[in-house]
């Protein structure tokens, strides 16, 4: 089934751009019902056609982004602010938006936002599907749900995963095999030896390139060239 999909955004370039790339790149998950410049009519358009995804433009003159979001506090709808100034995206921290985008949209940025919308409708859905993924270990297979991952190590040609309630399995499989296993929306590359859910980061240390503290007290190194997505993620997921 395909998102039903719209964009509201007072800039009409940005709309027809947004709209080509979602076509283009997503045409058989998302369906765009309708896009729109004028806010208070794509308010009325989004009670009126409910929408399972809403791209939302945060500045819009008369009725901002924010408004809406307030306006439609009973909306079952996945949100993705889009801005062009990230400032205003912390606007969105508290609400029912569950990403943002900065424009220009880049195509990769898009992918993850639509990917977790998918997700996050796919648990609407089914409340009870499975996330568990198989591990391979020393003795066998361990099966894990890996939202209960906090972040992974790379020892090698095995892998450290460390989860929550102090868990710990070493795993026969390199870093890569993973990161290509698990969901780009919930897991980021934060460096060549880590791989970690910005779910679990609590603090953000700006010292020596930047560092992360996780749930389970560990401080982990990030990437001179990894930093800011992984500060974004870390606002998304916040």
């Known amino acids: 089934m ?24 997503f045409d058989e998950q998302v369906e765009i019902l309708f ?4 806010p208070v009519e794509g308010l009325k358009k989004i009670r009126a056609e409910k929408p399972d995804l809403v791209f939302l433009d945060i500045e819009m003159p008369g009725l901002s982004g924010i408004d809406i979001l307030e306006l ?14 990230e400032e205003f995206a912390i606007q969105t921290v508290g609400t ?4 943002y985008l900065l424009k220009p949209v ?7 936002v639509v990917h977790l919308a998918i997700r996050n409708r796919q648990k609407t859905q089914d409340p009870n599907r499975n996330d568990k993924i198989a591990v391979p270990v020393f ?22 995963i460390y989860c929550t309630e102090n868990r710990k399995i070493i795993a026969s499989k390199t870093l890569k095999h993973f990161e290509e296993m698990l969901p780009d929306s919930v897991f980021i ?22 560092e992360v503290l996780m749930s389970n007290n560990q401080v982990l190194p990030i990437a001179r060239n990894r930093r800011e997505q992984v500060i974004k993620l870390i606002q998304n997921n916040h």
């Not at 439609?72 to 100034?85: F, G, P, Q, S, Y």
């Not at 590359?189 to 930047?210: C, E, M, Q, V």
């Open 139 to 160: 003795d066998g297979i361990e099966f894990i749900n890996y939202n209960s991952i906090i972040y992974i190590k790379s020892d090698g040609n095995y892998s450290e």
């Open 189 to 210: 590359r934060i460096h060549k030896s880590y791989l970690a859910n910005p779910g679990f980061i609590t603090k953000y240390f700006k010292r020596d390139g930047g």
């Open 72 to 85: 439609l506090e009973d909306l079952n709808a996945d949100v993705i602010i889009t801005t062009a100034h």
């Open 106 to 112: 880049l195509p990769d940025e898009l992918e993850k």
């Open 35 to 38: 896009t729109s410049n004028n």
């Open 2 to 25: 395909k998102l039903r999909t719209c964009i509201v955004d007072d800039e009409k370039h940005a709309t027809e751009t947004l709209s080509y790339d979602l076509r283009e790149r």
């Open 96 to 99: 029912k938006a569950i990403a």
